[in-house]
């Protein structure tokens, strides 16, 4: 069963069918019966030949892991390990990701950058142990060639996602430099690194992914750039303690600093933000960094010896208590905020005020909090929808007079574009949707909503709010009234634009297929303004033809 990529949500919200347009993916779907392996085929080039390959050790070893591993221990294990992500539980990724914790599941800078640190510390050490070959070669210069080749590798058992592929250009650039005798860590090396990113995968600049890793690791590297002449100083004269607390100083900066790049953005594409990111990340930074990726890398090397279990064992163990760990911060009061939809604008505001920020060196940088500051602010500073509609008109969202509610149906939001609805407002405690008995239905009686402003009969339901009243009928024998005395009318059963030539706003069934989900925006003075999905898409080859020619509908106020 083969369907097309969903549009959004609502207006403004993720585009699916622009992420699988970029994809070569041109449906999504399911089957209805059981798959059939089929004999492969004899003629196959040597990309699709190696892809296989590859795929079929990533299943091998996945298999492996598990079959020695059990629990949620095991299944994180095997996705730090391969990158299959499936066996993890959903309460398990739920707990990481309110925690701040969920890109440790995701193999990416972090997980490439610690393997790639420990073979290079690794195979320097070994080869620093012959004073012939310390003294009379660049074993630094082969040490950071093991760690690009080991880098390569992991990418590649790991299924090389985007994110990984983003930071091994990243890293490669990193250690190219080590082998060149050139700064390792600079702002230039990440610029480097985007252009040449985007020169691969121009789609990616509007990833989620993309710009989050890329803020974290600018905001680092300005940061280290500011601070390595201090802290040099501090380290030349500091003993064993002033190291510790140093150390810890650092850890505690890089993740404050890392998050903030992150969570902005993170803040933009997701309407969500983990309060105690910072405080998880700090407890468990010595569990990945010093236990589970060296015992990754063990694993690894055991592997083709058949003794991984030696790794993996106590790695399960340093997982488990991740999992507690992820699992105990998820549940502390107020663990995850929920943002409103922020703005384009916003989003430009916190990239042009984080950059600002990390490139001058001059005292001036620091006008560049006004960007982050405006960006951060941005969802408060613009007008959340006042009443939406789904393109199948089965959710609907109107808002109460109380400040921060709604009328939502159905009354809990469940499914993908319910609960996108519910972040994108600011998840506001919410109204059910007045529903008519069957004694109602009967008599003809209405119900009213919590606060009044909201009315449903059996033909149909009225809203009132900001001295506008929209109705939405739902029989035939309402809508000439509803037309008559409506300044918008919307229909999610019947075509009726025809009928109601004096309505302001009219929005019927035929507007919902052609145009997707639509928002209503009621102002006193600007009067009502109608958003559809089709206008925030525009023409572009992943939108779907049925909405052109959709355009935007305003009514003046009186």
């Keep these: ?53 590859l795929s079929a050790l990533r299943q091998d070893w996945t298999r492996r892991i598990a079959a020695q591993t059990e629990g949620s221990g095991g299944a994180i294990a095997a996705a730090l390990m391969t990158g299959v992500r499936g066996p993890i539980p959903d ?34 050490a070994l080869l620093a142990l012959s004073p012939h070959l310390a003294l009379q070669y660049p074993i630094k210069k082969w040490a950071a060639l093991a760690a690009l080749l080991g880098a390569i590798a992991y990418t590649l058992v790991s299924g090389a996602a985007l994110p990984t592929l983003r930071a091994l250009v990243m890293i490669a650039l990193a250690l190219l430099a080590v082998m060149l005798d050139r700064r390792a860590i600079t702002l230039r090396a990440v610029a480097w690194a985007a252009l040449l990113l985007l020169v691969l995968w121009p789609d990616s600049l509007l990833d989620p992914g993309f710009q989050m890793s ?39 900066a890089a993740s404050f600093v890392a998050g903030l790049g992150s969570s902005l953005f ?31 890398v063990l694993a690894f090397l055991l592997m083709p010896l058949g003794l991984e279990a030696l790794a993996l064992t106590p790695m399960v163990w340093a997982v488990d208590a991740l999992i507690a760990l992820a699992i105990w911060v998820a549940g502390w009061p107020d663990a995850v905020g929920t943002v409103p939809a922020m703005p384009l604008w916003g989003l430009a505001a916190i990239a042009t005020g984080g950059l600002w920020l990390c490139l001058w ?57 319910a609960e996108t609805w519910h972040e994108r407002l600011g998840a ?71 009928r109601c030539p004096s309505a302001r706003i009219v929005i019927d069934r035929n507007d919902l297929w052609r145009g997707g989900a639509h928002a209503l925006y009621l102002d006193a003075t600007r009067g009502i303004r109608s958003l559809s999905v089709a206008q925030t898409r525009g023409r572009r080859p ?17």
């Excluded at 041109?26 to 080039?45: C, D, H, K, L």
């Excluded at 309110?98 to 599941?105: M, P």
């Excluded at 408060?380 to 109460?400: C, E, K, N």
């Design 266 to 296: 993170a803040a933009y594409h997701f309407n969500r933000v983990a309060d105690y990111a910072l405080i998880a990340n700090l407890l468990a930074a010595p569990l990945v960094d010093f236990i589970i990726m060296p015992l990754t």
């Design 1 to 53: 069963m083969l369907l097309p990529p969903p549009e959004p949500a609502m207006p403004g919200a993720f585009d699916f069918a622009r992420y699988a347009w970029f994809r070569q993916i041109g449906a999504v779907g399911y089957a209805i019966s059981t798959a059939e392996v089929m004999p492969a085929e004899e003629t196959r080039n040597w990309r699709e030949a190696a892809m296989l390959s």
């Design 214 to 252: 890329f803020a974290a690791v600018t905001a680092l590297v300005a940061t280290f750039e500011h601070l390595a002449p201090k802290m040099t100083r501090w380290r030349s004269d500091a003993g064993p303690v002033q190291i510790a607390l140093l150390w810890l100083g650092g850890v505690m």
């Design 542 to 558: 992943w939108v779907n033809p049925k909405g052109h020619g959709e355009g935007q509908r305003d009514g003046a106020a009186n």
């Design 428 to 498: 506001p405690q919410l109204y059910p949707w007045p529903s008519l008995s069957r004694a109602a239905q009967r008599t003809g009686e209405g119900r009213s909503g919590a606060d009044g402003s909201l009315r449903c009969d059996p033909a149909g339901c009225s809203w009132r709010y900001r001295g506008f009243l929209v109705a939405l009928p739902q029989q035939p024998k309402a809508i000439t009234e509803d037309c008559r005395h409506a300044d918008a009318v919307i229909s999610t059963r019947m075509a009726v634009r025809y």
């Design 91 to 124: 309460h398990v990724d739920a707990a990481f990701r309110d925690s701040g914790l969920a890109h440790i599941l995701s193999i990416s800078g972090l997980h490439l950058t610690l393997v790639a640190g420990l073979l290079f510390f690794l195979v320097r």
């Design 361 to 417: 060196q001059q005292g001036w940088r620091w006008l560049g909090m006004t960007g982050l500051i405006v960006g951060t602010a941005s969802p408060w500073l613009i007008a959340q929808p006042d009443l939406l509609v789904s393109g199948d008109g089965r959710l609907l969202a109107a808002r109460a007079i109380e400040a921060d509610r709604y009328y939502f149906l159905p009354p809990t939001p469940r499914g993908f574009a």
